[in-house]
Each structure stands twice: as structure tokens, then as C-alpha cells.
């Protein structure tokens, strides 16, 4: 019955955890939040019976509409079970009228393409159903799944259609970053490690920010944490090590299955001896999570109150200050084109001054903000854009601290 069981503490590792019912919380926060769904959830019990199919669909609706509220698992369990009723009540529905069409064509043969239509209606009723409960709780474990790592981050630390992505990347650095993921793998059991400069090692050390130790030792594909204040943005930054880098466009920070994706790093970049341009990609998501908001930065004034990035890698924290927004498109491999997110390295200054007159070319958004010269540390942002076949949307920042 829901609402059974007492709050029961107990000590899992560096952190409580509370009881109630079948439920666990890491939190005396999260289990007030749940006592609180309990006591909604027993005033709708008690004044309908909620395993009436009109009764569960209207209430299921109303909680995919937000006019009925959850903040916990409790609250999540409950809309899984309405769902269960209203999958198993549009599947008696199709059996129904299977066993009505068997008796009505014994008397009106006349009548079996109506028949047909009104089966074949219900059984994608059924189909529709079972899609939106799926979608639904897919939607509400990437949810639970990013509120994890987000909680972890600040419990450890002092606080800190969709339209799908692809690009060619080149693996120019393959060996140098293997080698450094794995001296980032050996690090979290010392706290230390050595990097390699060039193509000598460099006795420097370098230890992982308290914050970011737990989450490293849960994934050690994790290479840093990205936030814009009054933004959707503030997530974990991903770098693969499978060979073409795009692992995370459709997987967690738990590496499990997710249409959301992931923030995550070229795999060409080597943020540890700092490439010039640290590039960072992310799903243009209509819900808006992800990078589903840098469309905003299109129009100036959004642009110029919102232009503050914090980049920490798990070794720095980092602030940018973003001096450019623009759009472009991903090239065919035979035309000669200026490629923003190819641009790694300034080797000199030529190179630098082309990659200027080109980024200029690209950007909507004021030129006078593009404030960046040679010897500056860049971060580039960019996601998919519908504004034509293959488009991007970017937005670019320099360090500042």
C-alpha cells in the first residue's frame, strides 16, 4: 500500500541512507520529498479507484503535463504503475473488439471493413500507448541518472523531430591521448600523476579537484564539468576513448543508453598539455537540455548577458568569457572550406590570423566581442543546427582565469 514504512538511516559508505517502504534515499531531503509524494499519492487513492482505465488515463495525463507533480521515486513508481494499467487496459480493448468483430461477422459480413478499420485503430492505440509509457520512462531515468551526477558533484566539492549529430573527426593525436587517459586512470588511486610534453614526460603533477574524484572513479571517461550561470547548461564533460569519439552522443554519464547523450570532448583535444581550442559537442535537444539552448546565443542581447562559462577540467577550474556566436555547416571532404571544428592548434602566427578572418566570416553575433589573439586558450561550443541541411551552431570563449 503506498505510503507504508518509516524513515530507517543506516550507513552505505560515506552517506545515510533512509527508508521508506521499498524505497532508499541517499538524502533526509529526498525522503521528505517522498513522504511528501506519499501523502499526495494516498489522496488520490482514497477518493478514486485509480485501476478504472479512464480514471488511470486521465491521472497519467495529467502527470505528463505537469499538472500533477512527483519530486521523487515514489512519485515515478506510481506514474510506472498507472502506465502498467493503462498498456493492460488498451490491450483488453483490442481483445474486446477481436471477440465483438468474431461475433459481428457471424451477422454482418457486409460490414468487415469497418471492422478492420476499428481493430486495426485500437490495436495502434495500444501501440501508441506502450511507445509514450517507454519514452516516458526512458525520459525520467536520463533525468534521475544527470540529478545523480549533479548531487554527487556538490556533495563532494565546495559547490559548483530531435536532430542528431555527425561529424568526421580526424585522430591525429591518437597515441598522446591514449597515453594520457590512462596515466587519468591511475591517477584516482594516488591522486597524482604525470603528463607527458611533447614528446618528453614532464615531472609535473597534477591532482584531481576533490569534487571531481567520486565521479572520476565512477567513469574515468569524465574530463571535466561545464556550467553558464541562468542557462540550462551544467553537466559533465565526457571524453571517449573509442576510436571515433562519438560514444556519448547517445549514452549517459552511466554509459547507459540515452537519446540526450552526453557533453563530450573531441577526441583530438589533449586538455592536459592545452591544445589552443578545447571543442566541446552536445545534442541541439528540442526539450532544451544539452546544448538545446545555444540557439539563444544567435541574438546579441542574450549573448552579452549571458557570457560567462565555467570550464573545470578535473585538474583547474577555469572561467571564459564568450566573444562570438555563429553558424556553418559540416563540409564534403573534397571542398575548400573553413572547418571551425577542425581548428586545434595555432602553430604560428599565420595560422592564427587565417583562423581569425575565417571564425569572422562565420560569426552573426557582434564582431566588435571577438576579442582573441594569438597565445589565447579557446573553448568552442557546438551543436547541430536546422537552419539548412548539415548545419551547426557554435559558440566560441576565451580563458580569462
Not at 25 to 44: G, M, N, P, R
Amino acid at each position: 500500500m503506498w505510503g507504508s514504512g518509516k524513515p530507517d538511516p543506516s550507513l552505505y559508505g560515506f552517506m545515510n541512507k533512509y527508508k521508506l517502504g521499498e524505497y532508499e534515499f541517499d538524502t533526509y531531503e529526498e525522503l521528505l520529498a517522498a513522504e511528501e509524494d506519499t501523502k499526495k499519492i494516498d489522496v488520490i487513492t482514497s477518493s478514486m479507484d485509480v485501476t478504472e482505465l479512464e480514471v488511470a488515463l486521465s491521472l497519467y495525463e495529467k502527470i505528463r503535463n505537469n499538472e500533477i507533480v512527483f519530486h521523487s521515486s515514489v512519485g515515478s513508481g506510481f506514474f510506472m504503475y498507472l502506465s502498467d494499467i493503462v498498456v493492460a487496459g488498451a490491450r483488453t480493448m483490442v481483445e474486446e473488439e477481436k471477440e465483438k468483430e468474431s461475433r459481428l461477422r457471424k451477422k454482418h459480413k457486409a460490414s468487415v471493413i469497418y471492422r478492420v478499420i476499428g481493430v486495426t485503430l485500437i490495436a495502434c492505440a495500444a501501440v501508441i500507448f506502450s511507445y509514450i509509457y517507454r519514452n516516458d520512462m526512458a525520459e525520467r531515468r536520463s533525468e534521475e541518472e544527470l540529478a545523480r551526477v549533479r548531487k554527487i558533484q556538490n556533495l563532494t566539492g565546495s559547490g559548483i523531430s530531435d536532430e542528431e549529430y555527425s561529424e568526421n573527426v580526424v585522430e591525429d593525436n591518437t597515441a598522446l591521448l591514449n597515453e594520457l587517459r590512462k596515466q587519468r586512470e591511475e591517477a584516482v588511486k594516488s591522486g597524482e600523476t604525470e603528463i607527458a610534453q611533447g614528446s618528453e614526460k614532464v615531472k609535473k603533477k597534477l591532482k584531481i579537484l576533490p569534487e571531481y574524484q567520486t565521479l572520476y572513479a565512477e567513469n574515468t571517461d569524465f574530463v571535466g564539468w561545464i556550467s553558464i550561470e541562468g542557462t540550462e547548461i551544467d553537466y559533465p564533460v565526457m571524453q571517449t576513448k573509442e576510436a571515433d569519439g562519438q560514444f556519448y552522443l547517445d549514452h549517459s554519464f552511466y554509459r547507459s543508453s540515452d537519446k540526450n547523450g552526453t557533453l563530450f570532448m573531441d577526441v583530438r583535444n589533449d586538455f592536459v598539455n592545452r591544445d589552443t581550442n578545447l571543442i566541446i559537442y552536445g545534442h541541439n535537444m528540442k526539450s532544451g537540455v544539452m546544448f538545446g539552448g545555444l540557439k539563444k546565443y544567435l541574438d546579441d542581447d542574450y549573448l552579452k548577458s549571458h557570457r560567462t562559462i565555467t570550464f573545470n577540467t578535473i585538474y583547474e577550474k577555469n572561467t571564459y568569457e564568450i566573444i562570438g556566436a555563429g553558424l556553418s555547416e559540416v563540409s564534403f571532404e573534397d571542398e575548400y572550406t573553413f572547418r571551425y571544428y577542425n581548428f586545434l592548434n595555432a602553430g604560428n602566427r599565420d595560422e592564427w590570423d587565417a583562423f581569425r578572418v575565417n571564425m569572422k566570416q562565420l560569426l552573426s553575433s557582434d564582431l566588435s566581442l571577438f576579442d582573441a589573439d594569438m597565445g589565447d586558450e579557446l573553448l568552442t561550443l557546438s551543436t547541430c543546427s536546422s537552419y539548412r541541411e548539415q548545419g551547426r551552431m557554435f559558440i566560441i570563449a576565451k580563458k580569462i582565469t
